[in-house]
C-alpha cells in the first residue's frame, strides 16, 4: 500500500529525512515512531502529497505521490497533527463540503456522510458549529473528514493528542476497527496505545530508521529488558553512583517522593540485579519499602533505538 525508496527531504542546513526506505503492505496497522523533529511528520506530508521530497521515490496503491499525486491522494485519508478546520461551518456542512471536494455527490455521499458521524460519534454535534466544539471533538470531525471518501489507507499524526483518558480509550477502539477495513500507519507518542494496537512499528531519528519489526520482536531483541524499580531512604549516599556500578545495569533515573526515592534502573538483558541491590541496600542501612522487575516494554525499545545517540 506504502511503498519508499530512498527518500530525502532537506531544508536550508538540515536533512530532515535521510534516505529513508520502508514499506506497507495491505491491511497493516504500523507505529510510526520517533522523538520530536525525527522526520516523521516530514514523511507524513511527503506521503500526502502535501510538500515535496528533495530526492527518492514514494507511492500510494502504485500510483507515485509526486508523479500521479491525484491517483495516489484518492487512495489516502490524512489526518494532520493541528487539524484545519473551517470553523464557522456546522460539522455536517463541513463534512458534505470535504466529501464533495474528494469526489462524492449525490446519495453515496449522503450514505457515507451518516456512516462517518456514527463512526466518530459525531451524531450528536452534528449541527453544531465547528469553532465551538471542544478539542476532542475535533479531533473527531478530522478523523471523520479523513475517512469521509473510505480511502484504502489512512495516515493519522498524532490523533489523541490534547484527548482526555476516555477519548484516548474511544479512539484507539476506533483505530483497531478501521484496522479491519483500511490499512493505517500511526504516528503517536503514546507508546501503550501502539502496543495495543499496531502489528508492526517503524522507530526513526534524525531521519533514518532505526527499529521495524513487530513490537514483540522487538523486545526479544531489546539488549536491555525493562527495568528494576527501587523505593529507599539512603540518607546521604550517592545512590545513583552506587547502583550504577552493579553488573548489568545500564543507567539509573531518580523521581523524589516525599521522604523517599524512587530509582529505576534499566539493566541488561536476561539479567535480574535485585539480589546485588539489596546486599547493597543491607550493607549501606537504606531503608527499603519496594524492590521489583519490571517487564520490558516498547518505551524501552524506543529509548534504547534513540538514546545512543
Not at 267 to 275: F, K, P, Q
Request: include cysteine.
Amino acid at each position: 500500500m506504502i511503498k519508499v525508496e530512498n527518500l530525502t527531504k532537506r531544508y536550508a542546513g538540515v536533512t530532515a529525512v535521510d534516505n529513508l526506505s520502508f514499506e506497507v503492505g495491505k491491511g497493516e496497522i504500523v507505529g510510526f515512531l520517533g522523538p520530536n523533529g525525527a522526520g516523521k511528520s516530514t514523511t507524513m506530508r511527503i506521503l500526502s502529497s502535501f510538500m515535496p521530497a528533495t530526492s527518492g521515490r514514494a507511492s500510494i496503491a502504485g500510483f507515485d505521490v509526486f508523479e500521479n499525486s491525484l491517483e495516489a491522494r484518492a487512495h489516502l485519508g490524512y489526518m494532520p497533527e493541528n487539524v484545519p478546520l473551517y470553523t464557522e461551518m456546522r460539522v455536517n456542512e463541513y463534512l458534505n463540503y470535504r466529501g464533495g471536494i474528494k469526489g462524492m455527490k449525490g446519495r453515496k455521499l449522503k450514505e457515507r456522510l451518516g456512516e462517518v458521524l456514527d463512526l466518530c460519534s459525531l451524531n450528536d454535534v452534528e449541527r453544531r458549529i465547528v469553532g465551538t466544539l471542544s478539542k476532542g471533538y475535533r479531533q473527531r470531525v478530522g478523523l471523520a473528514d479523513a475517512l469521509i471518501h473510505d480511502p484504502a489507507l489512512l495516515i493519522l499524526d498524532e490523533p489523541t493528542i490534547g484527548l482526555d483518558p476516555n477519548q484516548i480509550r474511544h479512539v484507539r477502539q476506533l483505530i483497531k476497527d478501521l484496522g479491519k477495513r483500511h490499512t493505517i500507519l500511526l504516528s503517536t507518542h503514546i507508546l501503550p496505545e501502539v502496543e495495543m494496537t499496531c502489528s508492526r512499528v517503524i522507530i526513526i531519528h534524525r531521519g533514518k530508521i532505526k527499529a521495524s519489526d513487530t513490537p514483540q520482536n522487538l523486545l526479544a531483541q531489546l539488549r536491555t529488558a525493562g527495568g528494576i524499580r527501587l523505593e529507599a531512604k539512603t540518607g546521604g549516599d550517592n545512590a545513583v553512583e552506587m547502583l550504577t556500578k552493579i553488573s548489568g545495569v545500564k543507567d539509573v533515573t531518580v523521581e523524589a517522593l516525599g521522604d523517599w526515592t524512587a530509582f529505576t534502573l534499566r539493566v541488561d538483558a536476561n539479567s535480574d540485579s535485585r539480589e546485588e541491590i539489596f546486599r547493597l541496600a543491607l550493607e549501606r542501612r537504606w531503608i527499603v519499602r519496594e524492590l521489583a522487575q519490571r517487564k520490558a516494554t516498547l518505551e524501552d525499545v524506543f529509548v534504547e533505538a534513540t538514546h545512543a545517540e
